[in-house]
C-alpha cells in the first residue's frame, strides 16, 4: 500500500502548474496567472473556480487599480493540506511540516540513523511526526503524506536503499512501506540532492531556469534543475557527484570507483584528516566516530570560521575539491548557478563557497558568457526535507487531478498506528 512514486513523472496538469505558480508567487491575480502559465483566460477561468470549489484556493482582495477595472487576487489556502519533509542522513535527521503554501510551519532535528537499526529508527520518525502533528494541531486527514529524502543509491520504486550504509541491515529494507505502515500515510522515497533541488526550485532564491546543487551531509551528492524541470536521468540516482573520480590514482571507495570526490572532499574525509593531526583532534575534542562525522565537521568548521590555521587549510583543500566538482557538474549541464545545500554548509558555509566559487570561474567552460553564481541555500540545513515536503504537495495535488490512483492521495488509508509509538 501507500508508495507515491511515479516514475518517470510525466508532465504536470493544469491544475498542478497553476498551484505550483501560486506556491511561488504567493498571491497573483488571474491575469498574472495567465501570463505565467501561457493559458488562455477562458481556460484560467474554469480551473481556477474548479480549485474553489475545491478548497485549494482562496479569495485575496483586490490589486491597487491603476485606472482600468480593481483585479481581484488569489492565492493557496494554507491550511487545505499539509505535508511532511523527513531527512535522513547517518549523523543527523530532521522532520518538517509545510502547509499547502510550502511554509514551514514546524520542524524538529533529531538523532541520525547511524547508531539504529532501520526498524527501530523509523519507529522514532514515525513518533517524531506524530508529535508534531498534534503539537500543530494539524488534523492527520489534512496531511497528504510524507517525502523520506536520503542517501542513494536508492530504489524509489521498492523503496528501498540499495547500499548497506549506515549498516548492512539497511540493505534493501523496505522503508517506505514501513514508515507508511507505522504512520498511516503515504510515503516517496527520495534523494537528498535532489529533494534539495526542488525546495529551491520552488520556494528559494535561485530564479535561474536550470541550476546545480552540491548537498553535503554525511556524504555528498548533487542534483540539477535543467530548463525547470528536475533532472532524474534513467532513474532515481541522477547526478552523484559525491562518486566522479577526482584522482584515477585515488583510494577505492566502496561505490566500485576509485578516487571519488566524497572520499577525498566529504565531511568524513575532512574529518579522518584532522583526526590524523594530533594536536589539532586535541584542541576540536574530534570524536572519531562515524555517528558523528558531521558535528565533528562543524568543530573544524568553527575553529576555521574563528581563525584556526590547520583547520581552515583542511576545509579549504576539500573546497578546491568540491570547486572541481562543481566544474565538472556546470559543464555537464550548462549551468550559471550552483547552489550549496545541506547540513555541512551550516558553519562554514561562506568560506566554503568562496572557494567553490573561485574554482568555478577559473575553470568552468562556460565562464567567459557570465560568471558562475555560487550561492547557500536559503533553506539552509532543513533544504533536502523541506524540498522533500514540496514535493508530496506537488505530486499529490497532480495525482488528485489525474485520479490515477492507486493511490488516491486524499483517501485515508489504514488506520495510523501511532498509539503504539512511544514518545
Ligand atoms: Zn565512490
Known sequence: MTTISTHPPPAPTTKARLLDIMRTRGTVSRVELVGAAGLTPGTITNVIRELLDDGLVQ?????????????????????????????????????????????????????????????????????????LLEAEKVPFESVLGISLVTHGP?????????????????????????????????VILEND????????????????????????????????????????????????????????????CECGNRGCVENLCGTAAVVARAVRDLPLRRRLGLKDNPAETLNDFNRISSAAVEGDLAARHLLEDAARGLGQAAVTLVNLFDLSTVVLAGPAFSTAGTLLR????????????????????????????????????????????????????PPSFLTRRTPPQFASLKP
Open 193 to 252: 540532492a535532489t529533494a534539495a533541488a526542488m525546495g529551491e526550485q520552488w520556494l528559494g532564491d535561485v530564479s535561474a531556469e536550470s541550476f546545480g546543487v552540491i548537498y553535503m551531509a554525511s556524504g555528498l551528492g548533487g542534483g540539477a534543475v535543467v530548463n525547470r524541470e528536475v533532472y532524474r536521468g534513467g532513474g532515481s540516482n541522477t547526478v552523484e557527484l559525491g562518486h566522479i573520480t577526482l584522482d584515477v590514482s585515488g583510494p577505492p
Open 59 to 131: 479569495e485575496a482582495g483586490q490589486a491597487r487599480s491603476t485606472g482600468g477595472q480593481p483585479r481581484r487576487l488569489l492565492r493557496l489556502r494554507a491550511q487545505a493540506h499539509y505535508a511532511v519533509g523527513v531527512q535522513m542522513d547517518r549523523c543527523t535527521s530532521s522532520v518538517v511540516l509545510a502547509d499547502f503554501t510550502g511554509r514551514l510551519v514546524a520542524q524538529k532535528t533529531l538523532q541520525g540513523s547511524g547508531s539504529h537499526a532501520p526498524g527501530e529508527m523509523l519507529e522514532i520518525l514515525a513518533s517524531r511526526i506524530h508529535h
Open 354 to 405: 568562496d572557494h567553490i566559487s573561485a574554482t568555478v570561474n577559473a575553470a568552468a567552460f562556460n565562464r567567459e558568457l557570465q560568471p558562475i553564481s555560487v550561492v547557500l541555500s536559503s533553506h539552509g540545513s532543513l533544504a533536502a526535507a523541506i524540498g522533500g515536503s514540496l514535493q508530496v504537495l506537488r505530486t499529490a495535488s497532480d495525482a488528485k487531478e489525474r485520479r490515477t490512483a
Open 154 to 186: 536508492q530504489n524509489r520504486v521498492d523503496g528501498t536503499l540499495l547500499a548497506p550504509r549506515p549498516t548492512l541491515q539497511w540493505y534493501g529494507f523496505p522503508l517506505v512501506s514501513t514508515l507508511s505502515r507505522l504512520t498511516g500515510l503515504p
